[in-house]
């Protein structure tokens, strides 16, 4: 790889050098060990009947067949589990200090029950358990579980869902509303009023699934041994799982351990909390018996956490010169049947909107709101998609309405970095005021411009058509507040053989954090790379934790690890010091050794340092301390967000006949302060733009009228191919965030973000002889289609 | 002669509710001769990874999309998911397992993933690597065109593609020369 010359390189250390994977070997020899793959002897597999009305009311449940049937141990219904609490999300739903004091916003909870009682209110709501030999037969048990259902009328569309005349999906709540929040800043009522051009318009993010291609899994144990839980989870947040399943079941915390191993993807949507994973631990305990629940895709689809549905009704105001006076949007986010999340997403929407541009008067206000479909909860962008799409889509109506290209006025409005840190006046996720730590977004523009080449795109514009095919351009920009606290974990120890074991509260779901994590604590020590072992998502390697979600790990992670790396350094020196005789200042470590600084000085290594056990014959130490007492823990907590940015450009041609969108070229420029390892940085860019173009395009997860979802396999739900995804052109700008010690930022997400919006604009822009708007996607060949017949020819 | 791998019989295995509906079956699993007592509808991907304890091969649709399930049955890329292990007796399968011993060093195939970060989280990874595994084991190098229409059969959903044909290239490289 050539990455080993690209400027973030800095130092003679590991940071900033494309360093492979040392996760891959494994992998490759296909000996991961994902949840499915652990084989727990004298196991027994779980199968869950669903509802299959999106609101009814349970009159009858009968499972004296199921349990009957051959190899079946048990079935449950609501009443089996009844003794056990519903369900919350409770460190999701809980509202940051800052914010309930500064906005007051409304949080409604909605316990779900483990399995449903009394109503269903979604396709797919879990209604009774079946626990067999194998998957094959609890599933033959499945069918013969009757539930006798009296339909309720369904709501689907958030805004009929608010209607006064709508039913009532929890019964304890005066409406169908989740949550509600709104920021002001400025008089953005008089900006209005006086603005020289106002766009008004109504933008949909569509509503797509994270679709991992490892669906969800749990598998728990209890160990004959000690008694205790034992849980293998497919889970980004073991930390949270433990406490859930030990606050369900009654348990301390300390006798359930959570191992999230290999995990396929998790994209935020194993990032919260699902009965699944709270009935399988509860049936292992009852049952005396291992118990193992895979999902099945049509299960991942239609009743795993759904996201990204919205509805903007957005306003700019601006002056002649097309500088933003005032934005106002009114956004109602679809939960779907329980709120799971509280404010994230919708927050996240709110906080994101004004981007990278200057925006002196704000007034936004934001409606989480229930219905009969799937919950929605944060999936890779967590509301940052949405916004942008919609905030973007403005830009360009407005660029049209003022006769200015949408690349000029985009820079006409953007924060400068001699502004940084720059606030915008709004109050970010944690409850302070928002502010951009650092950043050069005019840079980011005029890269993506540049890269763009959109004079060749106008020209051939002028041109006209060829064989009906039209090309356009589209850009978008987007800042991402990363490295969500409040902390992280990481724990070094040296091994009493000499090696480095590194344990971080974080898992990967495949960003490579062995690799990475690694190359922090290399550094840090000054020790090589392949005597370090990295630990991660265990909750007995590391108690406290956070976990993988919001683009975090590397921020919080990383530091915790270079803090941790550090200490460890300082503390191998002084025993090393003490083990040589001489002062700690006269030594230095590196390469594993411990080292006088000056030549033919002492030297010790780090597995004789670390190994001197009091065994028989070997000498105790005289300072009554042992090597391997050398370890510390850090609980790295970031002072605010790092701010991550972003510029793409899409280029594409779109079939008038056929309504088929090509991307002849897509350009990301970006910003994730200082780099640890380009390969992944780049990969982890590289996933989020696919996903971002799948959702821009392709995947939509669609409901009936009745609550029914109608895309319930990968036949019609349409995740793209190696034939879908075009080969990126990247480029990248560093500003080191000053949050933290390593100057990172989070950039997990980041692709996801932009790609809605910059196709949006690009197929706009290519339609314009149609007189097209693009108000809601996927643009799939079927909705151009449509575009282009029900266009306004201009 | 390779010694016949014994069938475990764990929790996981379907208990005899139809003594018609089983069958005995012999074949040939990565290189050793294996015979087994498998339920008419005992899915290929089960079979090796219940039956064997070969958790390779991946099962990420149960429908034939996402190609995660992808083993060579007689030297053809195949998803496991969709074939029934009683279609396999007389066949010679290959799994992700097979490609490589646990002491030797990858294949030119794995390696090319690695160099190339053609995988991230690993799961879909397996198929990819046993379809393009197929594709090096052609008599003549596939075009552009065969290549696309082989990787089109796979679903990943972290990498954005880009990697793996690059990985998917460098193997064909090594294999037919540039």
């Known amino acids: ?794 | 002669m390779t010694p016949s791998v014994p069938t475990p019989l764990t929790a996981r295995t379907p208990p005899l509710t139809e003594p018609s509906a089983w069958h005995e079956i012999a074949l040939t699993v990565n290189g050793r001769a294996v015979t087994a007592q498998v339920e008419s509808r005992l899915l290929l991907s089960d079979f090796l990874r219940d039956r064997l304890g070969l958790t390779g091969t991946h099962v990420g649709c149960e429908h034939g999309v996402c190609g995660a399930c992808t083993a060579l049955v007689d030297d053809e890329p195949v998803r496991t998911c969709l074939t029934l292990a009683v279609q396999c007796a007389g066949t010679e399968i290959r799994t992700v397992e097979g490609l490589t011993t646990d002491d030797a060093p990858l294949t030119s195939v794995q390696r090319a993933f690695h160099e190339c970060h053609g995988m991230q989280c690993g799961f879909c990874t397996p198929g990819f690597l046993m379809t393009t595994t197929a594709l090096t084991e052609r008599p003549d190098r596939p075009d552009e065109a065969q290549v696309a229409d082989a990787l089109s059969g796979h679903l990943c959903r972290c990498t954005g593609y880009r990697n793996i044909r690059r990985a998917v290239c460098q193997a064909l490289d090594e294999r037919f020369g540039k």
């Open chain 1, 1 to 794: 790889m050539s990455h080993d010359s690209d400027p973030h390189r800095h130092g003679g250390g590991l940071i900033g050098r494309s360093v492979p994977r040392v996760e891959d070997d494994r992998l490759l020899r296909g000996q991961g060990r994902y949840v499915d793959d652990i084989a727990l002897p004298g196991g027994v597999e779980a199968a869950f009947l669903r509802s299959p009305h999106a609101h009814a009311r349970i009159e009858s449940v009968d499972v004296r067949a199921a349990l009957a049937a051959p190899g079946v141990v048990a079935v449950w219904t609501g009443e089996d589990v009844a003794d056990l609490p519903a369900m919350l999300n409770k460190e999701e739903l809980r509202t940051p200090p800052g914010l309930a004091e500064l906005l007051d916003p409304v949080v409604r909870m909605t316990p779900m029950p483990l399995l449903a009682r009394e109503k269903v209110l979604y396709v797919g709501q879990p209604v009774a358990v079946v626990f067999a030999e194998n998957r094959y037969l609890a599933e033959d048990a499945l069918e013969l579980v009757e539930v006798g259902y009296a339909p309720l009328p369904v709501l689907v569309d958030p805004e009929t869902s608010l209607s006064p005349e709508a039913p009532l999906l929890h019964e304890h709540l005066p409406d169908n509303t989740a949550v509600a929040v709104a920021a002001r800043v400025g008089d953005p009522d008089a900006a209005f009023a006086g603005a020289h051009a106002v766009v008004s318009e109504r933008f949909d993010a569509h509503r797509y699934v994270a679709s991992p291609i490892e669906t969800r899994a749990i598998s728990a144990q209890v160990d004959p041994y000690s008694g205790r839980l034992t849980v293998w989870a497919g889970t980004q947040t073991p930390h949270r799982l433990r406490d859930a399943i030990a606050h369900t079941l009654g348990l301390a915390p300390a006798s359930v351990h959570v191992i999230a191993a290999d995990v396929g993807g998790g994209f935020g949507q194993k990032g919260i909390l699902y009965v699944e994973e709270l009935l399988v631990p509860h049936a292992a305990r009852r049952l005396g018996r291992p118990v193992l629940w895979r999902e099945d895709r049509n299960e991942n689809l239609t009743a795993s956490s759904h996201a990204r549905e919205q509805i903007h009704h957005i306003e700019l105001a601006a002056d002649a010169e097309g500088h933003i006076l005032a934005v106002r949007d009114r956004i109602t986010v679809n939960f779907g049947a329980y709120n799971m999340t509280g404010l994230v997403v919708p927050y996240n929407s709110l906080c994101h909107l004004l981007g990278p541009y200057r925006v002196p008067h704000v007034d936004i206000d934001v409606t989480g709101v229930l219905t009969n479909t799937t919950f929605a909860t944060p999936y890779r962008g967590a509301g940052r998609p949405e916004t942008v799409f919609a905030m973007e889509r403005a830009m360009d109506r407005l660029a049209v309405e003022l006769g200015i290209a949408p690349e000029e006025l985009r820079a006409r409005n953007l924060v400068g970095p001699d502004e940084m840190p720059y606030a915008t006046g709004l109050v970010d996720r944690s409850g302070s005021p928002q502010s951009y730590d650092s950043g050069d977004f005019p840079e980011l523009l005029r890269r993506a411009v540049a890269k763009a080449d959109v004079e060749a795109i106008r020209a051939r514009q002028r041109e006209g058509a060829r064989d009906g095919r039209h090309v356009g351009v589209g850009f978008a920009m987007y800042i991402e507040a990363t490295g969500l606290g409040p902390f992280e974990t990481a724990r070094i120890d040296l091994a009493p053989d000499g090696r480095v074991r590194l344990a971080i509260g974080a898992p990967s779901q495949g960003q490579g954090h062995r690799t990475s994590m690694a190359q922090i604590a290399a550094d840090a020590l000054g020790v090589p790379l392949g005597i370090i072992e990295v630990t991660g998502g265990d909750t007995e390697a590391t108690p406290f934790g956070v976990g993988t979600i919001a683009s975090r790990a590397l921020v919080n992670a990383g530091n915790a690890t270079h803090r941790a790396g550090r200490l460890v350094r300082e503390k191998i020196i002084e025993a090393a010091a003490r083990r040589l005789g001489v002062t700690a200042d006269r030594l230095d470590l590196s390469d594993g050794v411990v080292a006088a600084k000056e030549p033919g000085g002492p030297s010790i290594g780090l597995a004789e340092l670390a190994g001197r056990a009091p065994l028989p014959g070997v000498p105790e130490p005289t300072d009554g301390r042992h090597g391997t007492e050398i370890s510390e823990t850090v609980h790295f907590r970031p002072p605010g967000f790092a701010v991550a940015s972003g510029a793409h450009a899409a280029v594409v041609e779109v079939d008038e006949h056929t309504g088929e969108v090509e991307i002849l070229h897509y350009v990301v420029v970006h910003d994730a302060g200082n780099i640890v390892n380009p390969m992944i940085a780049e990969g982890q860019v590289t996933g989020g733009i696919a996903q971002g173009i799948g959702g821009a395009l392709y995947e939509e997860m669609v409901y009936g009228p009745d609550g029914q979802p109608r895309t319930g396999t990968y036949m019609d739900y349409l995740v793209p191919t190696s034939s879908e995804i075009p080969d990126l052109d990247m480029d990248e700008i560093f500003t080191p965030s000053p949050m933290n010690d390593l100057g990172v930022k989070g950039l997990g997400e980041g692709g996801a973000i932009a790609p809605q919006a910059v196709l949006a604009g690009a197929v706009e822009d290519a339609l314009r002889p149609f007189g097209v708007v693009v108000r809601r996607g996927p643009l799939s060949p079927s909705r151009v289609r449509e575009l282009i017949r029900t266009a306004d020819r201009p």
